[in-house]
């Protein structure tokens, strides 16, 4: 059976994973020491926002998902290209202002493209303990190492997965022989998710935690599409249940 924990946003997330991790731990269902793994957090910048300098903090880190072209030019009668970046590259923010400055990942310094900002993004560095046990959501798409296979193999947003353990080298063990490496980064813990994540999941039983408090925020559309996600069955949990059957009726 599959299951799905939906909140109405990541304030109620937070407290409850940490709940629940508590509770599996107890039963022993994750064990081990946790694995402490660097973190990407979004911070989903409009175009506006990555164009102004002043939003960079050293430490932030920019992906680039389209490719930027080089400027080409001739030495000694040979043609190169200098600067540019390539689809799928990082660097780390080392100097915010009127030119950012970045970090390659060859110890090069570049200047931010920021005219052409619809092509990369902006995170956050975090951390994140992980355990065997553990269940982990990728938060963007991307490819995992499978075991015998020099191809990686696509992991998808959304996607939840064990954690089967660890290789030698500290990256995840996950079903089916995939290999997450430790620093893709683009993870969070997979036990509960808002309802805005939860669009187009569908499993057996859902579980959705209403506080009173955060009915506020949702939309109409939020509030249809929390309860739609089940096939078997839905328990509704509220902090104040007269309170929500009145606006439930309404």
């Not at 680039?64 to 400027?71: I, N, P």
């Not at 290209?81 to 915010?96: L, M, N, P, W």
């Not at 949990?237 to 009726?249: E, G, L, M, T, Y």
């Amino acid at each position: 059976k599959t299951g799905l924990i939906i909140t109405p946003t990541h304030a109620e997330a937070g407290p409850l994973t940490a709940h629940l991790r508590d509770a599996l731990k107890a039963r022993g269902a994750i064990m081990g020491e946790e694995r402490i793994v660097p973190q990407r957090l979004a911070t989903r910048w409009t175009d506006a926002q990555k164009r102004d300098g002043r939003n960079y903090e050293p430490g932030m880190v920019v992906e680039f998902h389209k490719a930027v072209a080089g400027e080409r030019t001739s030495v000694n009668g040979k043609r190169e290209t200098t600067g540019g970046f390539a689809r799928g590259e990082a660097a780390v923010v080392v100097k915010g202002g009127a030119d950012v400055v970045l970090m390659r990942t060859n110890g090069t310094r570049a200047t931010l493209p920021a005219e052409q900002a619809e092509r990369f993004e902006v995170y956050r560095m975090g951390e994140l303990g992980v355990a065997k046990g553990d269940q982990i959501r990728i938060t963007k798409n991307g490819e995992a190492k499978v075991k015998g296979q020099a191809v990686g193999t696509r992991v998808n947003n959304g996607d939840i997965f064990p954690v089967e353990g660890y290789t030698p080298e500290g990256d995840f063990r996950l079903p089916g022989g995939k290999v997450l490496p430790r620093n893709y980064g683009h993870i969070a813990m997979g036990y509960v998710v808002t309802s805005q994540r939860s669009q187009g999941t569908t499993v057996d039983r859902e579980f959705v935690d209403w506080d009173r408090e955060s009915l506020a925020p949702l939309d109409m559309r939020a509030a249809y599409v929390t309860p739609s996600r089940f096939r078997e069955g839905i328990t509704i949990f509220v902090n104040d249940k007269a309170w929500f059957d009145c606006h439930a009726r309404n």
